[in-house]
């Protein structure tokens, strides 16, 4: 362990810590995403029906979704850096396969049955990588700065289309749909030893100076939460905890909040290119340029509300408010995106995806991840991101096989439009009418305990 006299002086190494799983989580995003521009090229040479194509497309959050809790209870026994570590890899070995599927499989059937399989697997050990992501926040970052930094990883998803969705249609048009899953598989390999050769936990990291440890540690970080002797120390699993952490209004906001987002995140990443090339006429190419624009958007409106959330903390707002606003009024602006099944043009198409989009990016840089940071009880941060997560990304299977479902049905892509587009609607009445106060799980009963010893002492009843 470093010590105060062979520390640097000075040093930003939080920084360097949220590039980092900025990095893995657009390589994250971006494993999970490709399959939407190799999607239309899969489903010709294979013979797939929309709804088929729709199954697979989901298959990734069925996983994802059912390895939430195993995974928050992985972080929270073996810490942040082992189970990134290890499931980054085996992931990234999933998205290799995954481009070899048409030289093991001689039909449909069995193309369908594997590649279901790979993208379950995918998921499921994909799973504790955002509740990491959180984790590493909580431990890096005094409250104050989680707001940016919470919508910095969790605008990773706009990073992975702009930069793969353009290089996978290249990719494609050029050597074949197996290309971009070869090509993401490697660089995540590659991220592994990135990974394992430059994280560590506050106390036990030889970059980080004095000042920057004693400044995280006063405002708000919890530097020891994946220290060996915390680890060592978490006390058992609980029943109260998980029905703390499951009959709580606030949390239940949140989760439906998360729920919301990730429908909209779904639709862009698995049927938005689709309905390019299939309902506006696009080449493959041309569609996965046509992601960039919102996608860019999506990110700057994620790094524009962690920023004026954290902003509205700074001038005095309640924590409380300093998340809900920025949350309502992004919603509100996503659900513009309706309007994308009346425009005619193309270009139009565009212009409210990335209008629409920015509102999304808003919305979760204030008050998803931010939330979770901010909420969750300090002996079970893993846990607790792991069932928001988890409840969230329920919309992951949901939107692209509901969508799938409607457009097979109606030959239309206008109702599926207007489905996605009323999760915003609900998301912002939610925070605004139902959330109630946000604050640390269990601190609320604290704050209750000691004002009431305080009354109690002002009224003589300790002399009972």
């Known amino acids: 362990m470093q010590t105060a006299n062979n520390r640097p002086q000075n040093s930003h190494v939080r920084v360097w810590i949220l590039c980092l799983i900025l990095f893995l989580s657009v390589v994250a995003y971006a494993d999970r995403s490709i399959l939407s521009i190799s999607g239309s090229a899969i489903k010709d040479e294979f013979g797939l029906s929309a709804i088929q194509l729709g199954l697979i497309l989901s298959a990734f959050s069925w996983a994802y979704v059912i390895g939430q809790i195993p995974g928050g209870l992985f972080l929270d026994r073996f810490g942040t850096k082992k189970v990134y570590g290890v499931t980054l890899a085996l992931w990234s070995v999933s998205t290799l396969l995954m481009g070899f599927v048409g030289e093991f499989s001689s039909g449909m059937t ?43 990883f969790a605008s990773a998803q706009y990073f992975a289309v702009a930069i793969f969705s ?7 048009s050029r050597f074949g749909w197996e290309w971009p899953f070869f090509v993401l598989g490697g660089i995540g390999v590659l991220a592994v030893f990135i990974w394992f050769g430059y994280m560590r936990s506050p106390r036990q990291h030889p970059q980080v100076s004095e000042s920057e440890l004693r400044f995280i540690e006063q405002n708000g970080a919890l530097v020891d939460i994946d220290s060996e002797q915390t680890l060592k120390a978490r006390p058992p699993l609980s029943k109260a905890m998980f029905k703390k952490l499951l009959t709580n209004r606030m949390l239940w906001c949140a989760y439906i909040g998360q729920y919301c987002i990730i429908a909209l995140s779904y639709f862009f990443i698995t049927w938005f290119p689709i309905y390019l090339v299939q309902a506006r006429g696009m080449n493959i190419l041309d569609a996965g340029f046509a992601t960039i624009a919102p ?12 920023y004026i959330s954290d902003k509205l903390l700074a001038n005095g707002w309640t924590l409380s408010w300093a998340r809900k606003t920025p949350y309502i009024v992004g919603m ?38 931010t939330i979770v940071s901010d909420t969750a009880p300090k002996e079970a941060v893993g846990l607790a991101g792991s069932i928001f997560n988890g409840i969230g990304n329920m919309a992951g299977f949901i939107t692209p096989l509901l969508f799938g479902i409607i457009v097979g049905l109606t030959g239309s892509y206008s109702i599926g439009l207007v489905f ?16 109630g106060p946000i604050e640390r799980v269990g601190e609320e009963q604290d704050a209750a305990a000691t004002s009431y010893q305080k009354q109690g002492k002002k009224d003589g009843i300790n002399a009972v």
């Open 332 to 369: 509100l602006m996503a659900a513009t995106l309706i309007l994308a099944a009346v425009i005619p043009s193309n270009v139009g198409i565009i212009a409210i995806m990335s209008f629409a989009f920015f509102g999304k990016g808003v919305a979760a840089g204030a008050g998803t991840w």
């Open 420 to 435: 996605v587009g009323a999760h915003c609607v609900v998301a912002a009445l939610l925070f605004l009418l139902v959330m």
């Open 110 to 152: 069995m193309a369908l049955t594997l590649m279901f399989a790979l993208r379950f697997a995918l998921g499921l050990i994909e799973a504790p990588s955002f509740p990491a992501n959180a984790r590493a926040v909580i431990m890096w970052f005094p409250s104050a700065e989680r707001g940016r930094a919470s919508s910095l």
């Open 295 to 306: 996608a860019v958007f999506g990110f700057l409106g994620g790094i524009s509300g962690g």
């Open 166 to 172: 353009p290089l996978s249609g290249w990719l494609v």
